[in-house]
């Protein structure tokens, strides 16, 4: 699928969740994860400076809890709206209310971002999805970053771990947001979340019996909506920073370039 210019508007999640401090943030003595310096410079400014070099990204909204935190960051083409207190699925939900779709959705800790990536990701998500997913397969993340210590999701076709970037195409797409909502306000209660999802697909997915189909069916089936998952094929596009390791980690890269 193709994009013209400032056809999309892009979401970016730089929020914490209320009194759970972030503890990169603590760390690094400011008040937000989003802030953080990567090399020098904010993570926040590399994810919207790559934003806005991407030739399909038109509107940037940036959602964060505390927006003064963003004072003298942000360009002022950039819009900065309060996030959901209720965590990121309802803040996704709320943008999509407000602003329609398509709607491109990707994180403040995605310092790593390369406009190439957001292209590969919307030219292949395929045309007849309501939502799709950016994810990078086992095989390609080490390959390219073989010191890096990530989370796999392994369905039995497929094991990748996710690119925090995520299209929302249609307003069926709408009801995805909904279910990821649900499931959220469970994550403490995982017997609810298998009722919800289903306890036979939860229990394929743990024998690693869970097809990619099986998986976007399940959903289908739940919401109405098309999904699919869409491979990229740089591994790097697996890597945020969500610990001391990742942060390190992006530092030598964005060295290495």
Known sequence: MSYSADALTVLVL????PGVPDPMAQAAGVSHKAI???AGVPMITRVLETLQNTPAV???IVCIDAPAVLDGLVPPAVTVVPSRPEGPSA???AALTQ????????TADNALLR????MEFLNASPPQADV????APEAVVLRDVPVTKRTFIRLSDLAFSGCNLF???TPVALNVARLWLRVEKNRKHPLRIAWLLGPFVLLKAVMKKLSRNALCARIEKLTGAKTALVCLSDGRAAVDIDKPADLELTERLLGAE
């Open 14 to 17: 730089a929020g914490t969740r």
């Open 36 to 38: 953080l310096p990567v």
């Open 58 to 60: 038109g509107r940037i």
């Open 91 to 93: 803040s996704v939900l």
């Open 99 to 106: 602003f329609g779709t398509p709607l491109l959705v990707t």
């Open 115 to 118: 406009p190439e990536w957001i």
């Open 132 to 135: 799709t997913v950016a994810v």
């Open 167 to 169: 299209l929302f195409r």
